[in-house]
């Protein structure tokens, strides 16, 4: 069983950044995707970037050129840097991953806020 561990999440001024972690259980390479994921109440949870295992990254429209998804491999931590945040960035963040055969795991997710 795979954990993930968020943390990072908070209370920010709209302009303001944030720096999001996700610790993993095992090493990155077991898996063949990490992604970060937001939902905001009443919203449909929504893919914020992804990375996968070559380091090939992608990200929603909205968040494109604020936001930076990275990894560090040998701390099998994965991070999102948000910057420029707005009040639509307010919402929970998960991170998830999906092994080689699959399996998709979700972490218990942290709190952004936005908020002047």
């Known amino acids: 069983q795979v954990q993930l561990v968020e943390s990072g999440g908070g209370l920010v001024q709209p302009g303001g950044s944030l720096r999001l972690s996700c610790a993993a259980s095992e090493r990155i390479f077991s898996f063949s995707s990490m992604a970060w994921y937001r939902q905001a109440p009443g919203q449909q949870r929504e893919l914020v970037a992804a990375?996968?295992?070559?380091?090939?990254?992608n990200y929603a429209d909205s968040v494109k050129g604020r936001f930076t998804i990275s990894r560090d491999i040998a701390k099998n931590t994965m991070y999102l840097q948000m910057n420029s945040l707005k009040p639509e960035d307010a919402a929970m963040y998960y991170c998830?991953?999906?092994?080689?055969?699959?399996?998709?795991?979700w972490g218990q997710g942290t709190q952004v806020t936005v908020s002047s």
């Open positions: 990375i996968n295992t070559g380091g090939i990254t």
């Open positions: 998830n991953t999906r092994k080689w055969n699959g399996q998709n795991y």
